[in-house]
């Protein structure tokens, strides 16, 4: 027969994930362009088509094209010419952040919870999880984006069910250098992977990206043929934590699993060349999260 406790975490999960369900659907956008970049008949032209139709994706590419950053000398007004400027790989990585931001901006609240240096740290992931994957030439760059992005997204989720709960757990491990994971097992009896996972699961994510979000951090718990997905994961956090872009909330120092050695091919440089680019690209990001807030 069940405890007493376990009957209480039973109906916390069935009342967050009740509540997960007042969310945003999956933006339609979102759901086009990882179906299109999953598909390996389709190309940059393919994604760009998608891209273009989508009047708040063109109007944030239109920004960072015209922003300081990019200096260029006349007005940017046609978004096939700014993606040009900014590079595809960029334009891609807009589109991506601007249908999940812009869909989940209002789930966010608390006084604890610094939701613009949060999607700071989320974007800077992405792009390290993308540079790690070039590096250990991990089967998509698009999905390793698209998982770097997302790892951390329960944490807008466990903000979404209760703020309150969230802001004691971030202030808990705050001042008690706890895991924050930890943290919020405690204040929700689930931390934020499980959340994102349930939010990934509402969204009919790939199975890939479903389970990196959900290991990311709890990597012996993960199915092994996914194994890779989650180190992805994984990795990106550990790397945007050393260089110390945004914040996650998140107090401890990142340590990487062994994991990640064992199952890529790891070079004595490789973390160093990455986590010099990622600093080079620390202006960019600025840029970037300018252009789509």
């Not at 959900?214 to 260089?243: F, M, S, W």
């Amino acid at each position: 027969m069940p405890s007493q406790t376990q009957d209480r975490l039973i109906e916390q999960r069935q009342r967050a994930i009740q509540k997960i369900e007042l969310l945003p659907s999956i933006p339609i956008i979102l759901q086009k362009i990882i179906a299109t970049s999953s598909d390996p008949n389709s190309s940059a032209q393919d994604l760009e088509r998608i891209i273009i139709r989508d009047q708040s994706i063109s109007a944030a590419i239109l920004k960072l094209a015209n922003s300081a950053f990019y200096g260029y000398s006349r007005t940017v007004d046609d978004v096939g010419r700014a993606i040009v400027i900014i590079g595809f790989k960029t334009a891609f990585s807009i589109a991506i952040s601007v249908s999940v931001l812009r869909t989940l901006v209002h789930a966010v609240e608390g006084d604890e919870f610094n939701f613009v240096e949060f999607w700071k740290h989320t974007i800077a992931a992405g792009e390290a999880g993308r540079l790690f994957a070039q590096e250990v030439e991990y089967d998509s760059l698009h999905r390793a984006y698209i998982i770097s992005l997302l790892h951390d997204i329960g944490k807008v989720v466990l903000s979404f069910i209760d703020s309150r709960n969230f802001d004691d757990s971030i202030f808990e491990a705050r001042v008690m250098k706890k895991p924050l994971s930890v943290c919020e097992e405690h204040f929700f009896g689930f931390d934020h992977q499980t959340a994102g996972g349930w939010l990934a699961e509402r969204w009919h994510l790939p199975e890939s990206i479903i389970v990196a979000i959900r290991y990311h951090h709890n990597l012996e718990q993960c199915p092994e043929h996914l194994i890779r997905d989650a180190l992805i994961g994984h990795t990106a956090n550990y790397i945007v934590k050393t260089v110390h872009i945004g914040a996650s909330g998140e107090m401890i120092e990142p340590v990487l699993h062994p994991l990640v050695k064992t199952t890529f091919k790891i070079l004595p440089d490789t973390f160093d060349r990455i986590t010099t680019k990622l600093e080079n690209q620390r202006e960019g990001i600025d840029a970037f999260l300018e252009a789509i807030l």
